[in-house]
């Protein structure tokens, strides 16, 4: 790995990426037994997770909370580099 094109970095983020997921698919059952669905949509290297709610949980008043006290706070205590979990349309 090298400093200068970034591959270091981008290993970082596919790391991210994968551990992310692995908390993802075990959120996933429960979503999709409400009628809705998250789907991983990118990981930055600044330890930002971008994710799409599907279905039910999408446009959902307490998709929010879900977001940010089930999702983030899960990816939060596993993964410490995880800052903030964000849903984009």
Known sequence: ???HCGCEQNSKVENL???V???IDVVRPQLQSHGGDI???STQADGT?????KGACS???GAQMTL????ERL???QFPEVKEVIAVD
Not at 49 to 53: A, G
Not at 68 to 71: D, E, F, I, P, S
């Open 1 to 3: 790995m090298c400093e």
């Open 17 to 19: 990426q994968e551990k």
């Open 21 to 23: 997921m692995s908390v």
């Open 39 to 41: 789907e991983l949509v």
């Open 49 to 53: 997770v971008k994710v799409r709610l």
């Open 59 to 61: 446009g959902c008043p």
């Open 68 to 71: 940010k006290q089930g999702v």
């Open 75 to 77: 990816l939060k205590e």
